[in-house]
């Protein structure tokens, strides 16, 4: 029985080894296979950081609009019961399943100069395809549901009888949103954040079929990667370094913020 219990705990050891092998040793590949000079040497040309900054620009705009509509909205899903709102979550988790390369087309199909608002756009000399613009409306397209979902979770965990203790002390609704229910979901906001930003910093088909890949306009890292492939892998195996730097060190300043403020609202809830 003894022999029987350690030889699965060394299968269960072997399998979770190979999992986590299998997942890590493919980026980390990316800053192993070439020395440190021969990567920072590929990254000297502008082109490059034009792409990284324009990563950072879009992907900060697109999660101010990400939180700043995704809150209210993972907030009425936690705290609301209709008929309907199992199909409706569905609906609202279908870009996480959907090919990126369709949700390109899709909006092509919407936003485009052919496309079902493209003549009133027009009118008033808005043209979207192939802009920076572009480039955020995916950005927010894919990442959206990843911060909804985590943000419904996270204020799913929020005690309701907290918010009627609140409310019962002459609160208002308002405020007790702001003073009660924010504190104790924003460990799950956080991580919504994080996965968000991370998810649209890397992505990649959306953006190429609807907002184009040049350079210096609409050109963000994982673009940059895939227009390196044709000509420099040095460079593409660079830039992906960058990008997996820039992805990490966000996930880590983002997990910091959370664990603080886990420590902040546990000693609150003491």
């Given at each position: 029985m003894v022999l029987l219990t350690r030889?699965?705990?060394?299968?269960?050891?072997?399998l979770i080894a190979m999992m986590i092998t299998y997942l890590l040793m493919p980026l980390l590949s990316v800053f192993i296979s070439k020395s440190p000079q021969t990567i920072l040497e590929k990254l000297k040309d502008p082109l490059i950081y034009e792409a990284l900054s324009l990563s950072l620009r879009t992907t900060s705009i697109a999660l101010i609009f990400i939180v700043g509509f995704g809150t209210p909205l993972a907030y009425w899903l936690a705290k609301s019961e209709f008929k309907g709102k199992k199909g409706l979550e569905v609906g609202l988790k279908m870009p996480i399943v959907a090919p990126t390369a369709v949700v390109g087309v899709g909006l092509l199909l919407i936003f485009g100069q052919r496309g079902m608002l493209?003549?009133?756009?027009?009118v008033f000399g808005i043209t979207i395809p192939f802009t920076s613009l572009a480039v955020?409306?995916?950005?927010?397209?894919?990442a959206s549901p990843f911060y909804?979902?985590?943000a419904r979770q996270g204020f799913e965990a929020v005690d309701d009888q907290l918010i009627a203790v609140s409310q019962?002390?002459?609160?208002?609704?308002?405020?007790?949103?702001?003073?009660?229910?924010?504190?104790?979901?924003?460990p799950g906001l956080l991580t919504g954040v994080a996965l968000s930003w991370a998810l649209a910093l890397g992505e990649f088909g959306a953006t190429m079929m609807f907002a184009g890949n040049l350079p210096g306009k609409t050109q963000t890292l994982p673009l940059a990667i895939y227009t390196a492939m044709e000509s420099d892998a040095d460079v593409a195996l660079s830039i992906s370094a960058l990008l997996l730097t820039v992805s990490f060190s966000l996930l880590l300043f983002v997990s910091f913020i959370e664990r603080f403020m886990e420590k902040v609202v546990g000693t609150a809830r003491r």
């Open positions: 030889v699965g705990k060394g299968a269960l050891f072997l493209g003549d009133t756009l027009s955020i409306m995916a950005q927010i397209f894919m909804i979902t985590t019962t002390l002459g609160v208002n609704p308002w405020k007790t949103f702001w003073r009660v229910t924010i504190p104790l979901a924003l």
